[in-house]
């Protein structure tokens, strides 16, 4: 039991906010981005600094409590929250300095995708990111970070040159191909397994205005549509990236979308992209040229906070026919219009081409990743919505590879552990047992030490 004694001691060696059951601002700042997850830690540690994370890992180990790890919280597990143990929020940490001279940035792990982009686009840079603005940089980079600029630019952790990070022995470590190269390597896709990172500095690119956007079918031409798209994905240059499933518009009718970005000039991303918006019959095209930033701010509607949330993802080895079959008939039936899936994000380009044992993340040769994305508004419409999800997700088992992508799992995905990280686990376990063998950061898709 925490006493209340040490618990006013440690909080006023801080200098960032912290909160504890019953004060102001407590439960607020236990909410996160899936609002099925409800748990109420011990304490709340709002981290000004390095220092105030090393001063909690700290007292975690000294008085033997879980950690939960905050950034951005959308971690759909709810990871970023944790019960009757310390959360150490980094949500306050949006330090962030570009240089444009080097094209490199240094960013805190506090920042969402939206505000690193903005500072970096006042540049003309960017770097990859995800494509939801309000997902926090550092557990997707930590888990990878797929986005629109994966085909030209690989994931968000090909680009970190560097972290600082704390170990659980409460050192701050510099991590890169220099220092601690080991860590350096379990960090970029180890997902937070081996310490916190208080500081990345990525490389930067040169980015203008993309042309990008979406086409809309009716849902019932799902099947006509997927076999077009499994073809022009794949066959598009780096600069193309692509996305495709059921999603409901902003008013409730379900469609079937492809997206897409294209990061090179506007009249060739028009040429590249016209076999798409030709094919077929859309019922709206709004592809154009626009703003990296708001090619980035997309999704965002489809996915605001406050919803409740069951997500499942893996991997394929393909789409054959009749995956495209189950496709479609699941793609009629979701019980929600605020699910986005059966949904396919595109593999290719620079992303796959990088050796599978260059960085913790192995997922780079599977062509498509599958996800489910379920989100609904009412507690009482729960198991019919995950249900559904599991259903959909089982039915397309027979086409999946061995892998998943960590940062859109659930939590009965940890069994899985070996599955997740892939073909890299075996070296991820060794780096556990040197870096966390006490496990002291565990409250992720775990890596456990071994006995």
């Not at 191909?177 to 490389?203: C, H, K, P």
């Not at 028009?270 to 980035?296: T, W």
């Amino acid at each position: 039991m925490l006493s209340e004694a040490a618990t006013n001691t440690f909080r006023t060696s801080l200098r960032g906010a912290s909160f504890v059951p019953g004060e102001p601002g407590y439960d607020a700042a236990r909410i996160v981005f899936n609002r099925s997850i409800d748990r109420r830690p011990a304490l709340i540690a709002r981290c000004a600094g390095a220092a105030d994370v090393i001063a909690c890992v700290g007292f975690a180990r000294e008085h033997n409590l879980p950690i939960a790890v905050r950034g951005g919280g959308h971690s759909i597990a709810g990871k970023a929250i944790c019960e009757d143990g310390l959360v150490i929020d980094l949500s306050a940490m949006k330090g962030i300095r570009v240089d444009p001279a080097t094209r490199t940035v240094r960013a805190e792990p506090g920042l969402t995708l939206g505000e690193f982009d903005r500072e970096t686009q006042a540049f003309g840079l960017a770097t990859t990111m995800g494509v939801i603005s309000t997902t926090g940089i550092a557990g997707l980079t930590l888990g990878g970070g797929m986005g629109w600029l994966i085909g030209k630019y690989g994931l968000a952790c090909d680009n970190v040159i560097a972290m600082d990070v704390v170990t659980a022995d409460g050192r701050l470590l510099k991590a890169s191909e220099q220092d601690n190269a080991d860590l350096f390597w379990g960090m970029r896709g180890g997902n937070g397994n081996f310490g916190i990172v208080t500081s990345f500095e990525y490389r930067l690119y040169e980015l203008g205005p993309v042309f990008g956007g979406g086409v809309l079918y009716p849902v019932e031409q799902t099947r006509d549509v997927l076999r077009f798209y499994r073809d022009f994905a794949l066959s598009g240059p780096d600069e193309l990236s692509t996305q495709m499933g059921r999603i409901c518009t902003l008013d409730g009718a379900p469609v079937v979308a492809v997206a897409a970005c294209y990061s090179g000039s506007i009249e060739e991303g028009e040429k590249v992209l016209a076999p798409l918006r030709q094919f077929g019959a859309p019922i709206a095209d709004l592809f154009g040229a626009m703003s990296y930033l708001q090619m980035q701010s997309m999704f965002d509607p489809w996915f605001p906070p406050g919803r409740e949330a069951y997500w499942k993802a893996n991997f394929l080895n393909g789409l054959p026919d009749d995956a495209v079959e189950i496709f479609h008939r699941f793609a009629q039936t979701a019980p929600s219009s605020y699910t986005t899936g059966p949904w396919l994000e595109t593999v290719h380009g620079a992303v796959s081409r990088i050796d599978p044992a260059h960085t913790a993340f192995a997922h780079r040769r599977h062509p498509f990743n599958f996800l489910v994305l379920s989100s609904w508004s009412e507690p009482s419409e729960a198991e019919r919505n995950i249900a559904w999800t599991r259903e959909c997700w089982d039915a397309m088992r027979p086409f999946m590879a061995t892998g998943a992508y960590v940062n859109y799992l659930e939590d009965e995905a940890d069994p899985h552990a070996r599955d997740a990280y892939g073909a890299n686990y075996d070296r991820l376990l060794k780096l556990k047992n040197k870096y966390d063998p006490d496990n002291l950061f565990r409250i992720n898709h775990n890596i456990r030490p071994s006995a």
